[in-house]
T-cell receptor, first 108, second 112 residues
């Protein structure tokens, strides 16, 4: 049973805000929600992590409702260089479980 | 730059051979994990080492083995290579098993 469910792909244009939603109905009490970004032939890169409510850093925001059964990664004003695969993970420890991720394509 | 370096970057081996991949963790990190990423798939967890002891293992056969050294660098060894072992192998380091892990660029292994 997959721990997370997210769209396979999304398309956007430069300058737009992109929201990627992830479902994690079976999240455990001690699990954190973490998002990674991966470019082709590179290792994944940590973007943001949260437990509940809203977290914001210099590159993204993460919205988590009270029931924690889903989360939304928000990328403000995307650029072409944001084209990548985005993974949503729910983990209580660093043995990370990756799904297939969401392939985000940003066009001019 | 994550501070995690892997060598070699690319490697071609013949079926049945053995291979050793290396990883240098970010300074101060005592936990290292290895992942296998096939084309078009997300990374799959192989195993994790914490302070030189294996601390968890994914669904990989025993011919996948590892080591972590006192300086927290690490090796992944794969014996009796199979064609399906062709993949990008990633190592990730973290401090005390934190979920914010830092990945290297990976080693692209091709088995022919």
């Amino acid at each position: 049973l997959a721990k997370t469910t997210q769209p396979i792909s999304m398309d956007s244009y430069e300058g737009q805000e992109v929201n990627i939603t992830c479902s994690h109905n079976n999240i455990a009490t001690n699990d954190y929600i973490t998002w990674y970004q991966q470019f082709p032939s590179q290792g994944p890169r940590f973007i943001i992590q949260g437990y509940k409510t809203k977290v914001t850093n210099e590159v993204a925001s993460l919205f988590i409702p009270a029931d924690r059964k889903s989360s939304t990664l928000s990328l403000p004003r995307v650029s072409l260089s944001d084209t990548a695969v985005y993974y949503c993970l729910v983990e209580g420890y660093s043995t990370l479980t990756f799904g297939k991720g969401t392939m985000l394509l940003v066009s001019p | 730059e994550t501070g995690v370096t892997q060598s070699p970057t690319h490697l071609i081996k013949t079926r049945g051979q053995q291979v050793t991949l290396r990883c240098s963790s970010q300074s101060g990190h005592n936990t290292v994990s290895w992942y296998q990423q096939a084309l078009g798939q997300g990374p799959q967890f192989i195993f994790q080492y914490y302070r030189e002891e294996e601390n968890g293992r994914g669904n990989f056969p025993p011919r996948f083995s590892g080591l972590q050294f006192p300086n927290y660098s690490s090796e992944l060894n794969v014996n009796a290579l199979e064609l399906d072992d062709s993949a990008l192998y990633l190592c990730a380091s973290s401090l005390d098993g934190d979920t914010e892990a830092f990945f290297g660029q990976g080693t692209r292994l091709t088995v022919v």
